[in-house]
C-alpha cells in the first residue's frame, strides 16, 4: 500500500486526494480535463449502484472552475459540454479556443492621462513661501540673540563689578578692544567729530559707554576669579583634623597613646558592617513580576479583506449537533471557529488573500456528522469538497471528521484545552479541511479553534 508524499498516511491506488491532509496525490496537468475526469467517475459510480440520483446531481453541479482570466466555467451533466459564464447567462464554448477577454489597460488608458495634473499644481508653492532668502533670517536671529547677550552682560557689569575709578578705566578700555576685534567702531567714529578734550575729562566720557556696550562679561568674571573667597575655603579644609586630634588628645596623656587611639575609630569594619543589612531588603520585591499569560479566545466568524470590494466573512456552522458524555455527567457539544489573536488573524488574511478572488466574497465552513461522499472511503479519518457559489460570491466548503477524531479533540480539551487540541496529531489535517478549500495550501500556525460547550 502507498503513502502520501506529504504526510505519510496510507493511501488507496485509486486515491487522488490524502484523506489525512487533503494533499492532492496525482495532479493533472490541465485543470479541465481533471473535471471532465470527475464527471466520469462519478457517472461510472452512479452506474455501479454506488451513488444515489441525489448525490450525483450534488456532485456534477460541483463541476466548476475559474480559469487564470478569472472566467467561470461549468460542465454540463449530461452532455459533458463546457459552458463559460457571461453576465447572469451561460455560454457554450471550448476552452481550449475561446479568446482571452479584452485587457484592463484600454478602459483604464483614458484615466491615466489625468495623473500629470496633480503635479503641476503645488508646484508655484514652494517659490511663494520663499519669499525671504534663509540667510537673512538666519542673520536676524543672530543678531537678536547677540544683542540680548550684550544686555545681559551690561546688567552684570553694572551690578558686579567693582566701583573703584581704576576698575571702572580698565573695563572701558577692555570694552573697547573688544568692539575693535568685532569691527564696531562707532565709539572712534563719535569722537572724530567732536572737539579735542584734555584727560581730565575724558575719565566721564568713559561711563557712558561702560553702560552701552555688553562684552565686559568675560573681564567681569575674569576679576572675580582671584577673589579671596576660595583661599577662605583653602584655610577651613585641614581644620578638621586638628579638631580630631583635639578630641583624642585629652584621654591619653603621653604621645605613644594618641598615635595607637586614632586608628580603632578610622578603622572600616564599622562601615562595613551597616552594609550588609540594606541589601537583603531589595530581594524580595524582584521575584513578584510574573506576568499572567491568558488563554486565547476562539470565535465561530473572522472578517477578511477583499480589496476594493470591501469586507468579508468566514464563519462554520454544524449540520448536525455532535455531543459526547463527560465524566462529570454532563454532556458536551462540539464547536469550531477560530482563534482570535493578532498573529491568527493575519495568516486567515494571508491565506485568504491567496485565493485571488476578485468580488465581495465570503465563506462558509458546514460540519457534517455524516456522508455519503464518493471522495471518503471508510479508511479515512477527515474528509472535505468544496462548492463555489458564483452567483453569490459564497465559497461552501463542507468538512467531515469521524468519531476517532472527535473523541482524541475531546479528550484532549478536557486535559488542557485549545493547547492540548493543537496538539492532536489529527489537527493537520482538520485545519487542512478548512485552508485547502480557500487556497490549496494549509499554513504551520494554528488557526482553526476547536472547544466543547457544557449542555
Request: hydrophobic share 35%; aromatic share 6%.
Amino acid at each position: 500500500m502507498a503513502n502520501c508524499p506529504r504526510c505519510g498516511a496510507p493511501i488507496q491506488p485509486d486515491d487522488r486526494f490524502c484523506g489525512r491532509c487533503g494533499a492532492s496525490l496525482a495532479p493533472p496537468a490541465d485543470p479541465f480535463a481533471e473535471i471532465s475526469q470527475r464527471r466520469e467517475d462519478l457517472l461510472r459510480h452512479h452506474a455501479a449502484g454506488r451513488l444515489s440520483d441525489q448525490e450525483l446531481r450534488e456532485g456534477l453541479s460541483s463541476l466548476t472552475l475559474r480559469d487564470d482570466q478569472g472566467r467561470l466555467w461549468s460542465l454540463g451533466a449530461e452532455s459533458g459540454a463546457w459552458y463559460r459564464q457571461e453576465g447572469n447567462a451561460w455560454v457554450r464554448d471550448d476552452p481550449a479556443h475561446s479568446p482571452p477577454p479584452p485587457a484592463a489597460d484600454a478602459v483604464r488608458a483614458p484615466q491615466e492621462k489625468a495623473v500629470p495634473q496633480p503635479t503641476s499644481t503645488p508646484a508655484p508653492t514652494p517659490g511663494k513661501r520663499s519669499g525671504v532668502p534663509r540667510g537673512l533670517l538666519y542673520g536676524a536671529a543672530g543678531c537678536v540673540g547677540l544683542a540680548g547677550l550684550l544686555m545681559v552682560a551690561v546688567l552684570l557689569v553694572v551690578f558686579l563689578a567693582p566701583k573703584t575709578p581704576e576698575a571702572i578705566t580698565a573695563v572701558g578700555d577692555r570694552i573697547g578692544d573688544v568692539l575693535a576685534a568685532f569691527g564696531g567702531d562707532e565709539s572712534v567714529d563719535d569722537s572724530e567729530g567732536k572737539a579735542p578734550v584734555d584727560d581730565n575729562e575724558a575719565q566721564p566720557a568713559t561711563q557712558p559707554t561702560l553702560t552701552r556696550t555688553a562684552t565686559a562679561t568675560p573681564r567681569a568674571t575674569h576679576t572675580r576669579v582671584p577673589s579671596p573667597t576660595p583661599k577662605a575655603t583653602n584655610t577651613r579644609v585641614p581644620s578638621p583634623t586638628p579638631q580630631a586630634t583635639a578630641s583624642e588628645v585629652p584621654s591619653p596623656t603621653p604621645e605613644a597613646a594618641p598615635t595607637g587611639t586614632p586608628q580603632p575609630p578610622t578603622a572600616t569594619p564599622q562601615a562595613t558592617a551597616t552594609l550588609p543589612p540594606p541589601t537583603p531588603t531589595s530581594v524580595p520585591p524582584t521575584p513578584t513580576t510574573a506576568p499572567p499569560t491568558p488563554a486565547p479566545r476562539m470565535v465561530t466568524a473572522v472578517s477578511v479583506s477583499n480589496g476594493d470590494w470591501g469586507e468579508g466573512v468566514i464563519w462554520t456552522e454544524f449540520k448536525n449537533g455532535i455531543e459526547f458524555p463527560g465524566p462529570d455527567g454532563h454532556n458536551y457539544k462540539a464547536q469550531m471557529g477560530f482563534v482570535e489573536s493578532a498573529q491568527a488573524q493575519a495568516t486567515i488574511q494571508e491565506y485568504w488573500a491567496r485565493g485571488a478572488r476578485s468580488g465581495p466574497w465570503k465563506m462558509v465552513v458546514v460540519v457534517r456528522k455524516k456522508v455519503g461522499w464518493v471522495s471518503c472511503p471508510g479508511d479515512r479519518l477527515t474528509c472535505w469538497e468544496s462548492k463555489t457559489e458564483s452567483g453569490q460570491s459564497l465559497l461552501r466548503a463542507e468538512v467531515f471528521y469521524r468519531d476517532p477524531v472527535w473523541r482524541d479533540l475531546f479528550d484532549r480539551y478536557l486535559r488542557g484545552g485549545q493547547a492540548e487540541v493543537v496538539a492532536s496529531p489529527h489537527y493537520p489535517a482538520v485545519q487542512a479541511t478548512v485552508f485547502e478549500a480557500i487556497c490549496g495550501a494549509t499554513p504551520d500556525y494554528p488557526c482553526v479553534a476547536i472547544w466543547f460547550e457544557k449542555q
